[in-house]
């Protein structure tokens, strides 16, 4: 099993920045990749990045020059955000998946409110 706490949502005004932190505990050993998901009001949660253990990132086209995921070696995944728009706007979840059981672990999400 693996822990996720999500830390680092709040309400800034467009054109703001905020940092998403994730801490992961328990079977850390087992995780291969880490990500952000976000859901907004009546939409799907989708993928906004993704980092691997070796550090290969990927963004959705809506984030790219603005958001960076990055992580540290005690397993803490962050999402630095800056030029928050409206729709930003979401539930961010964090995401990791782990080779042992091929599982998929989620945190419980944090709020991100961006003002126009």
């Known amino acids: 099993q693996v822990q996720l706490v999500e830390s680092g949502g709040g309400l800034v005004q467009a054109g703001g920045s905020l940092r998403l932190s994730c801490a992961a505990s328990?079977?850390?050993?087992?995780?291969?990749?880490m990500a952000w998901y976000r859901q907004g009001p009546a939409k799907q949660r989708a993928l906004v990045a993704s980092?691997?253990?070796?550090?290969?990132t990927n963004y959705k086209d809506s984030v790219k020059g603005r958001f960076t995921i990055s992580r540290d070696n005690a397993n803490t995944v962050y999402l630095q955000m800056n030029s928050l728009k409206p729709e930003d706007t979401a539930v961010y979840y964090c995401?990791?998946?782990?080779?042992?059981?091929?599982?998929?672990?989620w945190g419980q999400g944090t709020q991100v409110t961006i003002s126009s």
């Open positions: 995401y990791a998946h782990t080779v042992r059981g091929d599982s998929d672990f």
């Open positions: 328990g079977r850390i050993d087992s995780i291969n990749v």
């Open positions: 980092i691997t253990n070796f550090g290969i």
